[in-house]
């Protein structure tokens, strides 16, 4: 199953260096509630459009790790990571994001697909939206406003491969 893991730059830094993320780990994906919902709001969403979804409440959970790592660059970061079906539970919470899930398996280098970073322009507001996201989340419309900015700059796609150079020059 593919799955979108919410990162910080120093997350990316630990896969590149360890070749691992240990478990477990939150992550996103297409779940069946994220189905279900879709299911609702808009009846033809396929595959690909419920995977960008996934990609983009991961993306939106990393604005809340820079929040608790205040050392990582200031750039949203979404692993995008193949694991075992099996290894995917769900998070049947309707106080959670619908493709929300748990990963009980270590996420290896081998099993990243791609990263997604927001590029040198997103910073500043990447920054102002990590100040007031949990603000957000509790339903502020003015703290929202400052995180759709953010959620505004689209995440590059960078190969596996591409990490390591991409944190270099950071």
Do not use: C, K
């Not at 396929?46 to 604005?63: F, H, I, K, N, Q």
């Not at 493709?99 to 697909?113: F, L, S, T, W, Y």
């Amino acid at each position: 199953m593919r799955v979108y893991l919410p990162a910080t730059t120093n997350v990316l830094r630990t896969l590149v260096d360890e070749g691992r993320l240990t478990a477990p780990q939150t992550v996103f994906a297409i779940t069946p509630q994220l189905r279900r919902f879709y299911a609702v709001s808009d009846a033809e969403a396929d595959t690909e459009e419920l995977e960008y979804a996934a990609l983009l409440a991961a993306a939106r959970a990393s604005l809340r790790l820079l929040d608790l790592d205040p050392l990582a660059a200031r750039r949203r970061a979404v692993l995008a990571a193949d694991v075992p079906d099996a290894a995917v539970t769900p998070m049947d919470d309707p106080h959670v994001d619908p493709g929300a899930a748990r990963v009980e398996h270590e996420i290896r280098v081998e099993d990243v697909a791609s990263a997604h970073l927001d590029d040198a322009e997103a910073e500043d507001d990447v920054r102002a939206a990590v100040a007031v996201v949990l603000e957000a989340d509790l339903g502020s419309e003015d703290a929202q406003f400052v995180v759709d900015q953010a959620e505004g700059h689209e995440l590059g796609w960078y190969a596996t491969q591409e990490i390591g150079p991409v944190l270099e020059l950071l």
